[in-house]
């Protein structure tokens, strides 16, 4: 699908749709489900057209957003992002944007998230073990 996509120039529409799935919190991850498959599906060199746009979107709905989900899903794209193009490319393409923004992205929205999540684990293996001890 995705050599089609490019060569019948359907990607910009296939965009507006992921536009319009970010505009709710209802369909924001569903949103990223489509943005992660275009990331791997889509050659880079066409996706890097858009790429200011999509960062301009995202990180304009992730500033407004009260969704626990939404930066989760950011930062997982961000991980996917990395891993298949590197940690340069994302903070330079993040860097057209503003300067430094990735630092203020992975201190102030990633980093809380990966603590939450370790907190939650955490909890869950203390109740669990609560759980256990009082069952026997």
Not at 12 to 33: C, Y
Not at 99 to 128: D, F, M, S, Y
Request: proline share 4%.
């Amino acid at each position: 699908a995705a050599p089609f996509i490019v060569s019948n120039n359907q990607l910009m529409p296939v965009l507006g749709i992921f536009q319009k799935l970010n505009s709710s919190r209802a369909t924001e991850g569903s949103a990223f489900d489509l943005l992660c498959a275009l990331l791997q599906y889509i050659p880079i060199d066409e996706f890097s057209k858009y790429m200011g746009t999509i960062f301009q979107l995202v990180l304009t709905r992730l500033h407004g957003t009260k969704s626990n989900l939404y930066p989760i899903r950011f930062g997982q794209f961000l991980g996917l992002f990395a891993a298949m193009h590197g940690g340069t490319f994302l903070s330079d393409s993040l860097d057209k944007i503003q300067p430094n923004i990735i630092v203020v992205l992975l201190q102030h929205k990633w980093l809380p998230k990966v603590k939450g999540c370790a907190n939650n684990k955490t909890q869950a293996k203390r109740k669990e073990k609560t759980t256990a001890k009082t069952i026997r």
